[in-house]
């Protein structure tokens, strides 16, 4: 919240675009009170040092989000390769996989298109790793609409939509939960 708070002071066309679908973004309360979910989070690392080190990524991480949640996508993309780098120094499944969700999401709307593809599917794949199940049916759904829209091939994006169906239906009937996914 904080993150978004201080993109959202700043003054710019594209800021103010953005602000409702950015603020629509954040977390929903809701997400604390849903026992099963919370229970299947991977805890942080035991080591106090990597521990910290995760924290200042996924604080790092949640600025970049907002610079992509308000529409500067080039403020955030040559912020989030060194940050992305910094998550997978850490071997922590988790933040590796939200730091490749915010990298590929940024890459695609900067024109970076292979970067993009690759960030998007090492996101699924260490949100699998990670039982990052959140990050990993909102790294399918970005892949899915990034093949379709971007590449230009829907059956493809069918193709992928089946294998990603699993990770999107966890969600279902968790009205807070399926918009922040995307279903």
Do not use: I, K
């Given at each position: 919240?904080?993150?978004?708070?201080?993109?959202?002071?700043?003054?710019?066309?594209?800021?103010?675009?953005?602000?409702?679908?950015?603020?629509?973004?954040?977390?929903?309360?809701?997400?604390?009170?849903?026992?099963?979910?919370?229970?299947?989070?991977v805890p942080p690392p035991s080591d106090p040092r990597l521990r910290a080190r995760v924290e200042r990524v996924r604080d790092e991480l949640t600025a970049i989000k907002a610079q992509l949640d308000t529409g500067r996508y080039a403020q955030g993309f040559a912020a989030v390769e060194s940050v992305a780098a910094e998550a997978a120094a850490t071997s922590f499944a988790p933040v590796i996989a939200e730091a490749e969700l915010l990298r590929g999401s940024l890459a695609w709307r900067t024109d970076h298109q292979e970067l993009a593809e690759t960030a998007l599917y090492q996101a699924i794949a260490s949100g699998e790793a990670g039982r990052a199940a959140d990050v990993t049916a909102r790294a399918w759904l970005e892949l899915l609409w990034f093949v379709s829209q971007e590449r230009g091939q829907?059956?493809?994006?069918?193709r992928l939509g089946r294998l990603a169906q699993g990770a999107v239906d966890r969600y279902a009937g968790d009205r807070s939960e399926e918009r922040r996914v995307g279903k």
């Open positions: 919240l904080d993150a978004l708070a201080t993109v959202l002071v700043t003054d710019g066309a594209t800021v103010a675009t953005n602000a409702a679908t950015a603020t629509g973004s954040l977390v929903p309360l809701t997400a604390c009170s849903d026992a099963v979910s919370l229970r299947e989070v829907p059956a493809e994006a069918l």
